[in-house]
């Protein structure tokens, strides 16, 4: 069996990357699943010091259906699965990992526009009408859009690269 070149380090460190953010997602998922909303999360980070907050309420009321919340949040398990499995074989230094984590990123990418659509459209009322639901729309958008797209983007564009594309054909 040929052994890759063992000065080629990143895939031991970006496989490493993907399988921490891919546990962290999962849990995030699974959280969410447990009935955390993460529009909640975020007005907790965001609110002010007070005593009962009525947006907070009508956020989670205007929220979408219970039942498209919990498929969103599986959806987001399963793709932090495919996630942790296409890291471990970037570690192992297999050639299916390239394809894998490209696929992975278009989803996650597709996946954030579509969480966002199914999280505000139904709240965009309020987004009008309060200045915390506004905070926390701009929350979602300047951290948690952010974050979550940072990684599918960087491995959009590492794994495109023509040095990688064929170092990752010569592995097994």
């Known amino acids: 069996m040929e052994q890759p070149a063992a000065t080629a380090i990143w895939p031991t460190t970006f496989g490493a990357v993907g399988v ?3 546990g962290l997602r999962c849990y995030g998922g699974c959280v969410a699943i447990g009935g955390l ?13 007070g005593g009962d907050d009525p947006v907070l309420a009508a956020l989670v009321e205007e929220g979408p259906p219970v039942a498209l919340a919990m498929a969103m949040a599986g959806i987001e398990s399963v793709m932090a699965i495919g996630l942790i499995l296409a890291s471990i074989a970037l570690i192992q ?12 990123s278009v989803a996650a990418l597709a996946l954030v526009v579509v969480a966002t659509l199914v999280a505000w ?46 170092e990752m054909a010569r592995w097994p």
């Open 121 to 166: 459209a139904p709240r965009w009322s309020l987004v009008g009408e309060h200045d915390a639901a506004e905070a926390v729309f701009v929350a979602w958008l300047v951290i948690k859009v952010p974050l979550t797209v940072a990684l599918p983007i960087f491995l959009l564009a590492w794994l495109r690269r023509p040095s990688i594309r064929d």
């Open 37 to 49: 909303d993460p529009i909640s999360a975020l007005h907790t980070a965001t609110q002010l010091p």
């Open 20 to 22: 921490v953010v891919g």
């Open 93 to 104: 230094h297999r050639r299916t990992a390239r394809r894998l984590l490209l696929w992975w």
